[in-house]
């Protein structure tokens, strides 16, 4: 089976560029994430969709940032303007979540973003 | 809101020497998942426990649940060089639905042959 597909992998753009990152679930799972790393903040939780519709949004930084989820195969994540303070890695990830509780969570290889 | 903690940041040690990382809620979990990352890779799900107390084995890797449910361990066993990656606990509070996960900032374990 396939995994979790991100795209691109590595992108380098210019400060005030806008950069949309992309994402392919896995298919039959019903929820997806979009997750930030970087070593001074560690993996965050930007945005979270059960079911194509947004739980919750309140880990995107600011209006720079927006994700959309228009069916459940594709998520994109969008940064207008970018800033360098954006450089990171990008995760989607995606699970099958039912009820209360937690379910495993895979996580794709990332998108590796420079804001230079 | 919750936080999960987790130290050490940093550990290093011989192949063969033993290792463990611990996690730290600020609020009762429902369960915790373990995650491993190796350098320059995506966080790879190892496993996940869900009853109070709960002691769980895989190879030379043990987790623990704490009897309240706010703290876990993972601890190796004489360590080798393909441990090396960052573990990260995330736990997911009480009766929350939906699998929103805290993840910990993550151990950086280095292994020297």
């Known amino acids: 089976d396939a995994g979790v597909i991100q795209s691109p992998r590595h992108e380098v753009t210019e400060m005030g560029q806008e950069v949309t990152l992309r994402c392919k679930p896995i298919?039959?799972?019903?929820?997806l994430f979009w997750y930030r790393q970087t070593m001074m903040r560690g993996l965050e939780l930007l945005i979270y969709f059960n079911n194509n519709v947004p739980i919750d949004d309140s880990g995107m930084p600011e209006d720079r940032f927006s994700a959309k989820m228009p069916n459940a195969s594709f998520s994109t994540l969008k940064i207008q303007p970018s800033e360098p303070r954006d450089s990171a890695v990008y995760f989607c990830a995606s699970s099958s979540i039912q009820g209360v509780g937690g379910n495993t969570i895979y996580f794709g290889e990332g998108s590796w973003l420079t804001v230079v | 809101g919750q936080q999960v903690m987790q130290i050490p940041q940093y550990q290093h040690v011989q192949e063969g020497e033993d290792f463990t990382t611990y996690c730290n809620s600020s609020t009762t979990l429902s369960n915790i998942q373990w995650y491993k990352q190796r350098p320059g890779g995506h966080p790879v799900f190892l496993i996940q426990?869900?009853?109070?107390?709960e002691v769980k084995k895989q190879k030379r890797l043990t987790f623990q649940f704490g009897e309240a449910k706010k703290n876990s361990s993972l601890h190796i066993t004489a360590t080798q060089t393909t441990d090396v990656g960052t573990y990260f606990c995330?736990?997911?509070?009480?009766?929350?639905?939906?699998?929103?996960?805290?993840f910990g900032q993550g151990t950086i374990l280095t292994v020297h042959p």
């Open positions: 298919s039959g799972h019903n929820s």
């Open positions: 426990l869900v009853k109070s107390g």
């Open positions: 995330a736990g997911l509070a009480g009766g929350t639905s939906y699998g929103k996960l805290t």
